[in-house]
């Protein structure tokens, strides 16, 4: 179809012409208006002007109704060609999509890339996220009704449907929800589990057993996990764990191939909640546990020391609220893989101060040899464990330390076995109770000039105080770019401010402006947090904080005031 000559003929033009220019006399229509406005009725108007108008109006009324006639066909001839414009335009836009549009050309494998980021995005980074309250968010099923190649493209993509977010109180409030759940399962294929599943074990809802129909569905896949974390409240946990561990050993029983590999085969990463009590569930869980050659990471309530118990052998993150019958040297030359150890309190066995005792020692550790740990960061309550158990460890990678420098601890030889490592200590977290101490956290600090950033907390207003002015006059951490300090203040302290000033001297000390550059530079001390527990204290506090360093914030320096309730 060519457009080269014009559509309409010169006649037609010819036509059109005459429709788009009528003949008017303007005199007459001038006189028309002058006699409506002057009020004239038509007794008045002359016979001969009379006949003039008249005329034109038995004239203009078939002139009319040709324009019509005109204007009518026109707009359907214009409608039609309108509706073919745009049919056109859709069946090009489709065709230049296909053969032009970048996401098109794109490989699949960049494509499903594409996929995963946005899957990710939001306010979960699971691919289906069922939380107790909110809406339901999911991704990847949204992507697959876009069209009928990203649908085939994502449902033959199961690593897109493998992430999942649940609260069983889901289930109350949206029935269906449930159906969206096995869906993402469905998907996942044989693809490794991502998971987080916030249990409710509030027996007065409805919908407790398709809750636990979603964990037998779980439970049945899990020779998948890959990441778990199973949010279980205390009250009815112990049910929880012990029907977990059945039915666990249903499967095993039904799969003999599971026998050697366990029901965890793949699993690195399991949380539970720290607050839970070492009870006969939990117990039998742990015993599922045995067989789990891949675990890295394991947060929860307890770890205890056990030849049935958890597979520890590939361990690099244990972050545990008690440590059941063993010391924390023992643990660490047990475990050569860790690299991060929190633990909140300690109870070793009864008989035995440290259970790694020389007679009872595995036997391919020798406590008398010297043990190099890749340990990284290490929280702990306290090291007051029997000297050959520090004595025979050296930590060379240690980069993080948080612990209570209580009055029992300081004699202790976990600080010489530090000093032996040659650690390069980054991180320094402290408790501190009684000023007499300030002096050998002094010391402490010393010997490790290579300190960036140091937490102290105190337990009050004097002993914070003391250890600052200390902390001044020694020139302790020279290197250091963040300080927090923390302390629990009295009501009747809070008059008290000379801690303030305390505050802004180290800082003012630690920290300089160098104006030569554009903007101005900071060195030393980058960043000041103070934590307090009043809320008098706090506005006191952060008033004068804030106006002392002003200048330094003007320059970049960071400060931050915090509360905690008590």
Same mark, same amino acid.
């Given at each position: 179809?060519?457009?080269?000559?014009?559509?309409?003929?010169?006649?037609?033009?010819?036509?059109?012409?005459?429709?788009?220019?009528?003949?008017?006399?303007?005199?007459?229509?001038?006189?028309?208006?002058?006699?409506?406005?002057?009020?004239?009725?038509?007794?008045?108007?002359?016979?001969?002007?009379?006949?003039?108008?008249?005329?034109?109006?038995?004239?203009?009324?078939?002139?009319?109704?040709?324009?019509?006639?005109a204007i009518t066909e026109i707009e359907g001839r214009l409608l039609a060609m309108k509706t073919a414009h745009d049919d056109?335009?859709?069946?090009?836009?489709?065709?230049?999509?296909?053969?032009?549009?970048?996401?098109?050309?794109?490989?699949?494998?960049?494509?499903?890339?594409?996929?995963?980021?946005?899957?990710q995005r939001g306010n979960s980074s699971h691919s289906l996220s069922l939380r107790e309250r909110g809406s339901i968010s999911?991704?990847?099923?949204?992507?697959?009704?876009?069209?009928?190649?990203?649908?085939?493209?994502?449902?033959?993509?199961?690593?897109?449907?493998?992430?999942?977010?649940?609260?069983?109180?889901?289930?109350?409030?949206?029935?269906?929800?449930?159906?969206?759940?096995?869906?993402?399962?469905?998907?996942?294929?044989?693809?490794?589990?991502?998971?987080?599943?916030?249990?409710?074990?509030?027996?007065?809802?409805?919908?407790?057993?398709?809750?636990?129909?979603?964990?037998?569905?779980?439970?049945?896949?899990?020779?998948?996990?890959?990441?778990?974390?199973?949010?279980?409240?205390?009250?009815?946990?112990?049910?929880?764990?012990?029907?977990?561990?059945?039915?666990?050993?249903?499967?095993?029983?039904?799969?003999?191939?599971?026998?050697?590999?366990?029901?965890?085969?793949?699993?690195?990463?399991?949380?539970?909640?720290?607050?839970?009590?070492?009870?006969?569930?939990?117990?039998?869980?742990?015993?599922?546990?045995?067989?789990?050659?891949?675990?890295?990471?394991?947060?929860?309530?307890?770890?205890?020391?056990?030849?049935?118990?958890?597979?520890?052998?590939?361990?690099?993150?244990?972050?545990?609220?008690?440590?059941?019958?063993?010391?924390?040297?023992?643990?660490?030359?047990?475990?050569?893989?860790?690299?991060?150890?929190?633990?909140?309190?300690?109870?070793?066995?009864?008989? @035995?101060?440290?259970?790694?005792?020389?007679? !009872?020692?595995?036997?391919?550790?020798? =406590?008398? +040899? %010297?043990?190099?740990? #890749? &340990?990284?960061?290490?929280?702990?309550?306290?090291?007051?464990?029997?000297?050959?158990?520090?004595?025979?460890?050296?930590?060379?990678?240690?980069?993080?330390?948080?612990?209570?420098?209580?009055?029992?601890?300081?004699?202790?030889?976990?600080?010489?076995?530090?000093?032996?490592?040659?650690?390069?200590?980054?991180?320094?977290?402290?408790?501190?109770?009684?000023?007499?101490?300030?002096?050998?956290?002094?010391?402490?600090?010393?010997?490790?000039?290579?300190?960036?950033?140091?937490?102290?907390?105190?337990?009050?207003?004097?002993?914070?105080?003391?250890?600052?002015?200390?902390?001044?006059?020694?020139? @302790?951490?020279?290197?250091?770019?963040?300080? !927090?300090?923390?302390?629990?203040?009295? =009501?009747? +302290? %809070?008059?008290?401010? #000379? &801690?303030?000033?305390?505050?802004?001297?180290?800082?003012?000390?630690?920290?300089?402006?160098?104006?030569?550059?554009?903007?101005?530079?900071?060195?030393?001390?980058?960043?000041?947090?103070?934590?307090?527990?009043?809320?008098?204290?706090?506005?006191?506090?952060?008033?004068?904080?804030?106006?002392?360093?002003?200048?330094?914030?003007?320059?970049?320096?960071?400060?931050?005031?915090?509360?905690?309730?008590?």
């Open positions: 179809m060519g457009f080269s000559s014009p559509l309409l003929c010169s006649n037609c033009l010819s036509n059109l012409d005459i429709l788009t220019e009528p003949l008017v006399d303007t005199e007459l229509h001038k006189s028309v208006s002058n006699l409506i406005r002057s009020g004239f009725g038509r007794s008045s108007i002359p016979s001969q002007k009379f006949e003039q108008i008249n005329a034109f109006v038995t004239e203009s009324s078939e002139t009319l109704e040709h324009y019509h006639k056109l335009q859709r069946r090009f836009d489709d065709a230049r999509s296909l053969i032009s549009s970048p996401i098109r050309n794109l490989p699949s494998e960049a494509l499903n890339e594409i996929f995963a980021w946005i899957c999911c991704p990847t099923l949204e992507l697959s009704w876009v069209c009928s190649w990203w649908r085939t493209s994502i449902q033959s993509s199961p690593e897109l449907w493998s992430s999942i977010e649940v609260a069983s109180r889901r289930f109350q409030f949206n029935p269906s929800s449930f159906e969206l759940f096995l869906k993402y399962i469905s998907y996942s294929g044989n693809h490794p589990l991502d998971f987080c599943y916030d249990l409710d074990t509030d027996y007065r809802f409805n919908s407790r057993r398709v809750a636990e129909r979603a964990l037998d569905v779980l439970l049945d896949n899990s020779t998948r996990w890959r990441r778990a974390a199973l949010i279980v409240p205390k009250h009815g946990s112990n049910d929880w764990f012990l029907h977990a561990a059945s039915r666990l050993a249903s499967n095993v029983a039904r799969n003999p191939e599971r026998a050697h590999i366990g029901s965890f085969p793949i699993l690195e990463y399991l949380e539970i909640p720290r607050h839970l009590p070492w009870a006969s569930g939990l117990i039998s869980f742990f015993q599922t546990l045995t067989v789990c050659p891949r675990l890295q990471i394991y947060h929860g309530t307890v770890f205890s020391w056990s030849g049935s118990s958890i597979d520890i052998s590939h361990l690099r993150e244990l972050s545990v609220t008690f440590l059941f019958g063993e010391s924390i040297p023992g643990l660490i030359r047990r475990i050569p893989t860790l690299q991060c150890l929190f633990i909140e309190y300690v109870k070793l066995n009864l008989d @035995l101060e440290d259970p790694i005792a020389f007679d !009872e020692a595995p036997s391919h550790i020798d =406590p008398r +040899e %010297i043990s190099h740990s #890749s &340990l990284k960061k290490i929280q702990i309550p306290n090291t007051h464990f029997s000297p050959q158990s520090w004595n025979s460890l050296r930590l060379p990678d240690l980069k993080h330390l948080q612990i209570d420098f209580s009055r029992q601890s300081i004699d202790a030889p976990f600080f010489s076995m530090l000093e032996d490592s040659k650690c390069q200590l980054e991180t320094l977290r402290v408790r501190m109770s009684s000023t007499p101490l300030k002096a050998a956290l002094g010391h402490f600090l010393t010997l490790h000039p290579t300190l960036l950033y140091l937490s102290v907390d105190f337990s009050s207003a004097e002993v914070l105080r003391a250890f600052l002015g200390y902390f001044k006059l020694e020139n @302790l951490a020279p290197n250091l770019r963040a300080l !927090e300090v923390g302390c629990k203040y009295r =009501p009747d +302290e %809070i008059k008290d401010a #000379s &801690l303030c000033p305390s505050i802004c001297e180290v800082v003012m000390d630690r920290c300089t402006i160098h104006t030569e550059g554009d903007p101005a530079e900071l060195y030393g001390l980058q960043a000041l947090t103070v934590v307090l527990n009043h809320q008098n204290s706090y506005l006191i506090v952060d008033h004068f904080i804030h106006t002392n360093l002003a200048h330094l914030e003007a320059a970049g320096f960071q400060v931050e005031m915090r509360k905690v309730t008590v």
